[in-house]
């Protein structure tokens, strides 16, 4: 469904992505993991049209670039890491906006674009709250409003972009879930970039680890989040637990710092004297 | 709040408080008429109605030659103000933004100054005086705009207004500048510039009509897209919506309004703030809903604020711009206050 060939993306002349090759089967989820600054929301962005890149990108066997941005909302929706919430809008409202490639220019939503923003609404659980304004909502619940935007479009492939971010446990698990059920139950396309390597791994068919804005690693979850893997490319020493459901669960290690300075510096590290730390003089 | 179930009772409680400014400022005046006979005189006037007005001819006279046209003009001067205020808080996801703060308005006073001072006799031409006058409102919301964004420092919202405030000054200082070297034509601007709905018969309505017409007519055309725009620029991108292309109609609608508003009432402050944010308290903040409301509301605002500026010393009369600015002022005060900043 999503196919990018050799994409490199340079934004003010510094290399920002350099020869991704992807390929995200339709009806499953993809995530792109990988350190700060690795290029996972350039990623996500180039294959929204919303930065100029070099290589190939196909959404649907057709390049997005070829399409006019109105037709490409109908087919990709994307949902931002810091969406821009008007605080007094109404959540109806907010939702309503996802409509936007499906109403003519100048013309006002149908009973078909409401009738759309209702089912949405139900499906995200916030049919009761759809009077509210935004600002009177929870983390979690703004979260479902943005999920439910990006719903009404009625797009075949969503990009979420730390969907779970500034989210307890409880609300990170029920996002993810929701998605995944409606992924599951619609055959929606998903292109995540998530930092909890957990819930990558509990979450996603398949990863793409990026470091430095090249690929380094791609396949199942398995496959990918290896203890040798993220400790190389995070510099964190973790343990990797293999859920018997099949998820992946990533536990760091305490010390993990130290035990890294420790094997650069060559077995040299060695622990304050405990006389030291209390103050008393030997 | 629910739009499609709100709009239409709201819709016509604004119609109905357009009506009721209209007969309180009809019936108001040196020579009082009666309530009922102005509204047989006036519903004798709609078509399809079959009713004849008991008027006489003298208070007949008094009612369409001199009251009426100022009353529709103030209309026409309070909706075209309310609504392009909203338009630029909607365009630039900023809630203090008014055509007065912006300096659109006095973008459009030095225009109309340059027309009236070197036009010779285009002083009198319905379509110079507003086209200039078009001209220096672009030219002044422009200058706010880039001197705006250009901040280093301070909040987004803060600068845009500062910005405007300080073009507003500088436009107005070149504004009264043109207008005192040039001695025939300064009581003309004077009076002009204090901001009144005075009238000679009909001809102030006609001549900002078609310009009101056009304005409101793109202004409502682009409410839902307002709504689009308020989610930022890349996300309202990502909705299909082509956003630049959008600012710069509904800024250009809005401004072409406040132009030919300006070019007839001189500068009437902060209508474009009291209008739409009361209506925001009402019907919640979508503009698909605001911005008609706005509409309808303002003109209802400004005919009883004149009403207001010239029984209160008559009679003498205030200046218009004076009771807006005793209303607005502190309402503006509370706008900041409330904290609608983050909008």
New interface residues.
């Given amino acids: 469904m999503i196919c990018l060939r050799d994409l490199s993306v340079d934004v003010e002349g510094r290399p920002i992505l350099r020869g991704i090759t992807l390929m995200v089967e339709a009806g499953s989820w993809t995530s792109l993991i990988g350190p700060n600054g690795a290029g996972k929301t350039t990623l996500l962005r180039a294959v ?1 049209g ?1 930065v100029p890149f070099t290589g190939g990108v196909r959404v649907g066997g057709v390049k997005p670039k070829a399409l ?7 087919i990709l ?2 949902v ?1 890491q810091n ?8 959540v ?2 907010y939702v ?3 409509r ?2 499906y ?1 003519a ?5 149908s009973p078909r674009d ?1 009738l759309v923003v209702a089912g949405v609404l139900e499906q995200v659980g916030l049919e009761r709250h ?2 509210r ?1 935004l ?1 009177s909502l929870s983390g979690g619940e703004l979260q479902r409003a943005i999920l439910a935007r990006a719903l009404a ?1 009625q797009a075949r492939v969503i990009l979420l972009d730390e969907p779970t971010r500034g989210m307890d446990i409880g609300h990170q698990q029920q996002v993810l879930e929701l998605v995944d059920s409606l992924r599951a139950d619609q055959g929606i396309t998903v292109l995540s970039a998530i930092h909890d390597l957990t819930l990558a791994g509990q979450f996603s068919n398949r990863l793409l680890l990026l470091d430095g804005g090249r690929a380094c690693a791609a396949g199942s979850p398995r496959e990918v989040l290896t203890e040798e893997l993220v400790l190389e490319h995070y510099r964190a020493p973790v343990k990797i637990v293999e859920d018997p459901l099949g998820g992946i669960a990533v536990i760091p290690l305490r010390g993990g710092g130290q035990a890294l300075e420790g094997q650069e510096l060559g077995g040299r590290f060695e622990p304050h004297p405990v006389s030291r730390v209390h103050g008393i003089e030997p | ?4 179930i709100l709009s239409a009772p709201v819709m016509l409680v604004a119609l109905a408080c357009l009506c009721g400014a209209v007969i309180a400022g009809a019936v108001t005046g040196p020579v009082q008429l009666h309530a009922g006979q102005v509204v047989r005189e006036l519903a004798g006037h709609v078509p399809f109605l079959d009713i004849t007005s008991d008027l006489s001819e003298r208070d007949a006279a008094i009612l369409w030659q001199l009251r009426m046209p100022r009353i529709v003009l103030g209309a026409l001067v309070g909706a075209m103000l309310s609504a392009s205020g909203a338009a630029y808080q909607g365009v630039f ?1 900023n809630p203090l933004a008014d055509p007065y703060l912006l300096g659109a308005a006095s973008g459009a006073a030095l225009g109309a100054t340059l027309a009236i001072t070197y036009g010779g006799q285009g002083s009198t031409d319905p379509i110079q005086v507003p086209l200039a006058a078009f001209a220096g409102a672009l030219l002044g919301v422009g200058m706010a705009y880039v001197l705006g964004r250009s901040a280093r420092t301070g909040s987004r919202i803060g600068s845009l207004i500062l910005a405007g405030v300080a073009v507003a000054s500088f436009l107005t200082a070149v504004q009264t500048y043109l207008s005192q070297r040039d001695d025939e034509t300064f009581r003309q601007v004077y009076r002009w510039i204090l901001g009144r709905l005075a009238t000679s018969g009909w001809r102030e309505v006609l001549l900002i009509l078609p310009y009101v017409a056009v304005s409101s007519v793109a202004l409502i ?2 409410r ?2 307002l ?2 725009v ?3 620029d ?9 956003t630049a292309r959008v600012r710069l109609v509904v800024v250009a609608a809005a401004s072409l309004g406040t132009a030919a508003a300006v070019a007839v009432s001189g500068l009437i402050g902060f209508v474009g703030i009291i209008v739409p944010h009361t209506v ?1 308290l009402i019907v ?3 503009y ?1 809903l605001v911005l008609p409301l706005s509409l309808v509301f303002g003109g209802a605002f400004l005919v009883l604020a004149d009403l207001l500026a010239r029984t209160v010393i008559a009679p003498a009369e205030l200046p218009i711009g004076v009771v807006t600015a005793f209303f607005g002022a502190p309402f503006f005060a509370v706008v900041l206050k409330t904290g ?1 900043g ?2």
């Fill in positions: 929204a919303m006019t941005r109105r037709k490409l909302a109908r929706a994307y931002p969406p821009v919430f008007p605080s007094e809008m109404s109806k409202d309503l906006l996802g936007t490639p109403i220019y100048l013309g006002t939503e409401l759809a009077r304004r600002d479009q | 709040m629910a739009p499609t996801r055309l682009h839902r897209l709504d689009v308020s989610v930022g890349e996300e309202s991108q990502s909705l299909g919506v082509p925001r919640g903040s979508s698909r609608k983050a909008a």
